[in-house]
């Protein structure tokens, strides 16, 4: 998952971003609330981790504006110095996810980034089960009753973005965003094959395990998309 951090302190943007990269997102930085706006008019975020306190925009005009544009399905979590009960109403009614006040835990803050990634996609626990496969996120394996599958990191990656959105079809750009954080300003080539050969190596894996279920779809000229029967359901 994409991270866009907005924050003008440059040692905080930098710690807090290599925390998340070791915790498998993929962050993109703003310091300044135009820089920002202009991410956010052009790029799709999982989550937005946004600072009130920036030096030419408040960060709940910010918030606003990205409820109205392109990112109005992102995450927004409010990182802020500001912690008086008015501030968290007011974020918090014009959309935030959660606010959280500085000085904050980063292992708290990535909690309550994978709490909102469970609310947002009807999720309860850490395990996503399809078929006779289990994605654990608690772990980051693939099993198939009781055989470990191996599989790189962006296959999983892949795997569980997939089924946070299943039954729907994810566009390449989708997939180059979300899952290798590739944003328009970095120019990335979303037609290049690198996407096909991870779903090829992908399916394969999961082929060897269930021969008779194309798990993950071909929708030509799309994208991609797995298949309706993989319902996410609770596991033990």
Known sequence: MNVLIVEDDRALARELGIFLYNEHYYCDFAR????????L???EYDFVLLDLGLPDQDGLQLLAQARQERNQKASIIILSARGSVDDRINGLNLGADDY????YSLLELGSRMQAVTRRKHGVVLDKLAFGGFVLSLGDRSLRHSETLLDVTRKEF??????????GKVLTRLQLSE????NTINDSADHDSNYINVHVKNLRKKLAQQDPATEWVETVRGIGYRLRLEANPDLTT
């Open 157 to 166: 990656e892949l795997l569980h973005y997939l089924l946070l959105h299943r």
């Open 32 to 39: 300044t609330g135009r820089e920002a706006s202009e991410k």
């Open 41 to 43: 008019f052009v790029n």
């Open 178 to 181: 979300h899952i290798w954080g």
């Open 100 to 103: 959280l006040p500085k000085p």
